[in-house]
């Protein structure tokens, strides 16, 4: 029904105020615009009032807020600017309005003549920093008057917020394209990651395989290359085993297995895995497990990882001489497990950045060590998953020290989750 009684000052300020406020909160962006459409008929007394949008580098406008009567057959409406008054606000960026004078003819009337006969319209483009998104327009002023300037302010109020409006919506479509494309790709590289994993076991067993069986028959020279082959044959081993890594916790990340996990049996195998290593570097690896029975509710095969990788860390960034110390015991409410060294330690400017994926302390082409740069990332997802807390304390040239804390059962790791978030 068409508002007859012309809104005083205050009310159409009280009005835009109102507005304002709805297009502040958390309004969906459609019941937003039929807001602005329905004070806008309401303040400017028209029978009814549109908000088009105009296309990019298209002639066409399309609808985006009408009375819900014309809904349905503006869907099925082709719009363009042509010789149109929402054309001529858009071309001019400025508003437009009919009739200006008794004699004018209404352009392009004949889209909305279907709804009832148009005696008169004022349009106002939608501008944001200049750009015209589009066009507000109400239609036939009460009984037959003129649209004033009173009438331009108030429909410029209302395009100002629906050009914030169209803008915001804008940019959410283009965050959620880009999510959306960010998500394939990862996924694409979580494949690609678990297919060269899987697929490079088998050809690497074989050569480690063979270049074992010839070792047994083999001169004295030729030894020492099949010794380069199994060298390197062993380091690529190593970088399997970190695609390995990260195809867990691209995968199977959220699935924990618990079990009960005993660290004064998991801490020591990991340790005599790494002896050898140790050797080889000429550095001193030490453990010393404090009490019995260090039990948590966990999954052993991902936390073994956690520990493996710290001290296959320690291991290769301490220099010959040097000694890696690794102790596990029990604190209330957590087994605690520390690896320290006398390494070359971590730049202070590096210290936020070590637990991030693929990241390295050493340049890449000056790196001495090998390793893809995950090992810590995992370790720290791993513990979150558990509820649980891994720390680093680095000085450079002297050492490093890092500490995990595993909840001993899952009613503690959900305490642990609350108190370290704060």
């Known amino acids: 029904m068409m508002p007859t009684e012309k809104p005083n000052n205050f009310r159409v300020q009280q009005r835009l105020l109102e507005i304002c406020r709805v297009s502040s909160a958390s309004l969906e962006f459609e019941p937003l615009l039929n807001a602005l459409i329905d004070a806008a008929s309401e303040l400017t007394c028209s029978s009814w009032s549109v908000i088009l949008a ?4 298209k002639d066409q406008l399309t609808i985006l807020a009408s009375p819900f009567y014309m809904k349905e057959s503006l869907q099925q409406t082709d719009i363009r600017k042509g010789n149109s008054l929402a054309g001529k606000a858009i071309q001019s960026a400025r508003a437009a309005f009919y009739p200006v004078t008794k004699t004018d003819q209404l352009p392009s009337a004949s889209i909305w003549d279907k709804f009832a006969k148009v005696t008169s319209v004022l349009a106002v483009p939608i501008l944001y920093h200049g750009e015209v998104l589009g066009v507000i327009e109400s239609f036939n002023k009460a009984n037959e008057g003129v649209y004033s300037g009173k009438d331009i302010e108030v429909l410029e109020t209302l395009a100002a917020q629906a050009a914030t409006a169209m803008q915001n919506q804008h940019l959410n479509e ?10 394939e790709l990862d996924h694409m590289k979580s494949d690609f990651i678990s297919i060269a994993s899987h697929e490079l076991r088998t050809p690497l067993g074989l050569i480690i395989g063979h270049a074992s069986f010839i070792s047994d028959s083999a001169s004295e020279a030729q030894k020492a290359d099949i010794e380069v082959i199994s060298r390197s044959a062993s380091r690529m081993r190593d970088l399997i085993e970190d695609f390995g890594d990260v195809d867990t916790i691209t995968s199977g990340m959220k699935t924990l297995k618990r079990t ?6 998991l801490v020591p195998a990991v340790v005599k895995a790494f002896q050898t290593l140790a050797n080889e570097g ?5 453990l010393e497990i404090k009490g019995a029975n260090l039990a948590v509710e966990g999954d052993p095969e991902k936390l073994e990882m956690v520990i493996r990788n ?42 936020k950045k070590i637990f991030n994926r693929f990241f390295q302390v050493e340049k890449h082409l000056t790196r ?17 998953a558990h509820g649980g807390k891994i720390t680093a304390e680095s000085v450079e040239n002297k050492g490093s020290r890092f500490t995990v804390l595993i909840p001993l059962n899952a009613a503690q790791a959900s305490a642990a989750q609350k108190v370290f978030l704060e």
Do not use: C, W
């Open 282 to 286: 000429k550095v001193r690896l030490t």
């Open 174 to 183: 283009k965050n959620e394209q880009s999510l959306h494309k960010m998500l």
């Open 310 to 351: 710290l001290v296959k860390n320690a291991v290769n960034f301490t220099n010959p001489g040097g000694v890696v110390k690794v102790t596990a015991e029990e604190v209330p409410g957590y087994i605690k497990t520390t690896v320290l060294d006398n390494g070359i330690g971590i730049p202070a400017s590096e210290m």
């Open 54 to 57: 105009l296309e990019p580098e």
């Open 368 to 384: 001495k060590h090998g390793g893809m740069g995950i090992g810590l990332s995992v370790a720290k997802e791993i513990v979150e």
């Open 260 to 265: 009960r996990v005993l660290f004064d049996t």
